[in-house]
T-cell receptor, first 115, second 109 residues
Framework: GAGVSQSPSNKVTEKGKDVELRCDPI?????LYWYRQRLGQGLEFLIY????????KSGLPSDRFSAERTGESVSTLTIQRTQQEDSAVYLC?????????????FGPGTRLTVL | QKEVEQNSGPLSVPEGAIASLNCTYS??????FFWYRQYSGKSPELIMF????GDKEDGRFTAQLNKASQYVSLLIRDSQPSDSATYLC?????????FGAGTTVTVRA
């Protein structure tokens, strides 16, 4: 079936504007993750959703970042009042049940550039 | 101390040689270990996972895990130019993947 999809693929915005990034997980996957990857660096965990449980927001870098998920489907990551240091690729991943042995499958990412 | 550490490279190997990638992790409670490959400008794709101590082979790839030493490695045999990429080591404790910064591998034709 279809993999994880993300939109937009690229987003250029001006400092101070709000942006919204979208993720469609693999159908049937109950767990969804957001990561950030700055240029030349590894992935940083941002937030994790599992079913109807409260999300783990421990990786969000500031209160300008928030995320929502509708049931076990689409998720949106919102960055308010964007700063230049927010420029990065934002990757979404999903897994079947979110267990420690689950494989996470990544979407193509959204490349965010804040001018 | 970072949770997952890798040599950043670049690691340059001739075509047909073995590429050896190393990764250490700090959380002794980590249960699952993954190797992802990431081509430039692309998202990570899973190559292998390993849960138990010892070796696990899949085609030209072998993952090795030593939980006592908190060490996981990836061997790429008969390296091909198409193996040129950044290889990310990832470790799960509960559900969060902690990634290393990645090792860039270049296979010389």
């Amino acid at each position: 079936g279809a993999g994880v999809s993300q939109s937009p693929s690229n987003k250029v915005t001006e400092k101070g504007k709000d942006v919204e990034l979208r993720c469609d997980p693999i159908s049937g996957h109950t767990a969804l993750y957001w990561y950030r990857q700055r240029l030349g660096q590894g992935l940083e965990f941002l937030i994790y959703f599992q079913g109807n449980s409260a999300p783990d927001k421990s990786g969000l870098p500031s209160d300008r970042f928030s995320a929502e998920r509708t049931g076990e489907s689409v998720s949106t990551l919102t960055i308010q009042r964007t700063q230049q240091e927010d420029s990065a690729v934002y990757l979404c991943a999903s897994s079947l049940v979110g267990s420690p042995t689950d494989t996470q499958y990544f979407g193509p990412g959204t490349r965010l550039t804040v001018l | 101390q970072k949770e997952v550490e890798q040599n950043s490279g670049p690691l340059s190997v001739p075509e047909g040689a073995i590429a050896s990638l190393n990764c250490t992790y700090s959380d002794r409670g980590s249960q699952s270990f993954f190797w992802y490959r990431q081509y430039s400008g692309k998202s990570p794709e899973l190559i292998m996972f390993i849960y138990s101590n010892g070796d696990k082979e899949d085609g030209r790839f072998t993952a090795q895990l030593n939980k006592a030493s908190q060490y996981v490695s990836l061997l790429i045999r008969d390296s091909q130019p198409s193996d040129s990429a950044t290889y990310l080591c990832a470790v799960i404790g509960n559900y969060k993947l902690s990634f290393g910064a990645g090792t860039t591998v270049t296979v010389r034709a």
